[in-house]
């Protein structure tokens, strides 16, 4: 899914004004950044006081009702500046593991745009589910999961009904993507690592070894 340059600049400075440092250079990238930690603990104040903004408990809402039959799991309580809903569509044990499909909601609190896509986990039995051994995240519309049920649009119809102000970003794309990757000379990337686009928008789940994205 090739982007064009009016959304990649725009990503780019984003994520610069959220993670500079005024002590340093100006167009500085940290992760560790004062404005981000800020809005990470905004969230945290508002899940503690169940007093989320309304148009997130609308789609919180709204997605539980539409998939009543799955485990809906909120996990904003996560120190990453987004929100995050888990659809648990189907869990099996094969041997040793406990496997989990899952389809996953992000929405940044960084930048206006959300990301929605399928996620299946393996685990060791008797482990918390919070520290998987493998991911593998499959395509925006693979139905391996359900053939009979676009779990994917049903998804993507409710965050817009919410949120109609906020753009949806392919997976992929914000996973393979890097500041580095494009000509944006006024960006000096610190960082000991140079992070995925997703990283700098939502969280730091997806950049370990055992992680496979599909297209």
Do not use: W
Not at 35 to 52: A, G, H, P, R, W
Not at 78 to 106: C, D, H, Q
Not at 120 to 143: C, D, L, Q
């Amino acid at each position: 899914m090739k982007k064009n340059k009016m959304l990649i600049n725009e990503l780019l400075k984003v994520i610069v004004e959220n993670y500079s440092n005024p002590i340093l250079k100006k167009y500085s990238i940290q992760t560790n950044s004062q404005s981000v930690n800020e809005l990470v603990k905004l969230k945290i104040f508002q899940v503690v006081n169940c007093d989320l903004p309304a148009d997130i408990k609308d789609l919180i809402v709204n997605i539980k009702n539409a998939y009543d039959h799955f485990e809906v799991i909120e996990e904003n309580h996560l120190p990453f500046p987004s929100f995050t809903i888990s659809i648990e569509l189907n869990s099996r044990i094969v041997e040793y593991l406990t496997l989990i499909s899952s389809l996953r909601i992000k929405i940044s609190l960084v930048h206006p745009c959300f990301t929605v896509f399928f996620e299946e986990a393996a685990f060791f039995r008797n482990i918390s589910r919070y520290r998987p051994i493998t991911f593998r995240i499959v395509s925006s519309n693979h139905k391996a999961f359900d053939p009979e049920k676009d779990h994917f649009n049903t998804a993507l119809t409710l965050i817009k009904q919410s949120l109609p102000t906020y753009e949806y970003i392919d997976h992929k794309f914000l996973l393979s993507s890097k500041p580095s990757d494009y000509a944006y000379q006024e960006v000096k990337i610190i960082d000991r690592e140079d992070h995925t686009l997703y990283r700098y928008l939502f969280d730091d789940l997806y950049e370990a070894g055992n992680l496979e994205v599909a297209s």
